[in-house]
């Protein structure tokens, strides 16, 4: 259960870059996660909003783009991607491979920004109306 | 209101591959082999690693050992009797170490000095999962499995055996009464890292042994 972790790698990584754009809201971070990440995707959404509780990342929804294993196969020299996790064989010539191509990733591909037009309140700042009442 | 895409493409565990990176480089400029032995909790692995201490000293290597818990410093007093230096990193509830408790702890470790190591052995928390993702810079990982545990742990845990360099099952004395089927246990760790070096161990009698002090002096060699 190292996902909460992993979430709050997310959320330190993600406010950082977010930083660079004052006055945005992150609305979406996108994931890519290998099959061999040892991370479980039900676990990180679950951790998410913990995660971001009280952060600038507070309510930006997780997209995580779970990528399957790719094998380069020194037989047949073809990059192959296989099903699940449970046999690195070739699929195309049936021998095992070793040389993983992909499938270990867990990077941070993107993150969505709302951000206010020119003259516009920043977002989520309380409008003027709100401050009076 | 716009929309604004940012392209990052940054890895989560950026800030730890780069304390690793850093490790590492430290590492091998010191010309110490560092090893990360993982396993489930109860395989052996502080038996394995007191046989491997003990053992490395008669031969007069100098060894040293970081071993992780959640709590307790009981398994490094009981590596400790070996004779080597060993220091406990407690993780409070974490359940992996990470390259910057590591980094931390080298250094608080006044003791010792890598460049003086031949071998550094980092036994890590007892899981299966959360190590796997975290590089602690180490040369060699090993994953160990004992025989008691079933021979489909590689196809549970593929993250952590497809990213080791090498496998070691420990207990093999009990493998008649466990009805452990080895060659079963082999295809399944060679179907998730073809190629990978196995080692057939026990700390009990010492069986398998003495190919591993092969393996570890043969990789030393190229430290």
Known sequence: MHELSIAASIVEAVTESASAYPGARVKEVRLRVGALASVIEDSLQFCWELATEGSP????????????????????????????????????????????????????????????????????????????? | MTTRIVELRRGILKKNDELAAGLRQRFTSAGVLVLNLVSSPGTGKTAFLELTLRELRSRGAKAAALVGDLETDNDARRLAASGVPVRQINTHGICHLDAEMVTKHIEEWKEVSLAGLDYLFIENVGNLVCPSSYDLGERIRVALLSVTEGEDKPLKYPGLFNSSDAAVITKVDLAGPCGFDRDLALKNINEIRPGIRIFETSAKTVAGMDEWFAYLAEKAQLS
């Open chain 1, 57 to 133: 990342v507070a309510g930006a929804k997780l997209v995580i783009n779970m990528l399957p294993v790719i094998l380069h196969c020194d037989a047949c020299g073809m990059d192959s991607q296989i099903e699940g996790v449970q046999s690195f064989r070739c699929p195309r010539c049936g021998e095992l491979a070793a040389d993983l191509r992909q499938g270990r990733e867990l990077e941070i591909e993107s993150i969505e920004l709302e951000e206010p037009d020119a003259g516009e309140a920043p977002v989520g700042a309380p409008s003027p109306v709100e401050e009076h009442l």
